[in-house]
């Protein structure tokens, strides 16, 4: 198993930007497909972005292509999600997700991850 704790959110300005980290304790995190998801309330849980195991493949929701980068550093055991010109609709729980499977395919549906986090607030004003 592993255990996922994120950090970083907030309440932000529209247009400000905002670094999300999930740390990670257990199994060797290197062999796990990371995401990152988010809820707003009242709406189903929706994929952001994933990142492959080395980190040389990344998925990104159409919605923030361009606007949000996921990052991850193996020897820290750390994933990031970096949030640059935040909207009023990027408000919403945020969640690191690990995914013990070794295909990159699919890392946008969230029944490919086995592990979730707790979740982290992002708030957005406008």
């Known amino acids: 198993q592993v255990q996922l704790v994120e950090s970083g959110g907030g309440l932000v300005q529209a247009g400000d930007s905002l670094r999300l980290s999930c740390a990670a304790a257990g199994r060797t995190f290197s062999n796990y497909i990371m995401g990152w998801f988010r809820q707003a309330p009242g709406k189903e849980r929706e994929f952001v972005a994933a990142?492959?195991?080395?980190?040389?493949?990344?998925n990104y929701a159409d919605s923030v292509q361009g606007r949000f980068t996921i990052s991850r550093d193996n020897a820290k055991n750390t994933v990031d999600l970096q949030m640059n010109s935040l909207e009023p609709g990027d408000t919403a729980a945020y969640y690191c997700?690990?995914?013990?499977?070794?295909?990159?395919?699919?890392?946008?549906?969230?029944?490919?991850?086995?592990?979730w986090g707790q979740g982290t607030q992002v708030t957005v004003s406008s």
């Open positions: 990142i492959s195991r080395g980190g040389g493949n990344t």
């Open positions: 997700a690990a995914s013990w499977t070794t295909s990159f395919a699919g890392t946008s549906f969230a029944g490919k991850y086995a592990y």
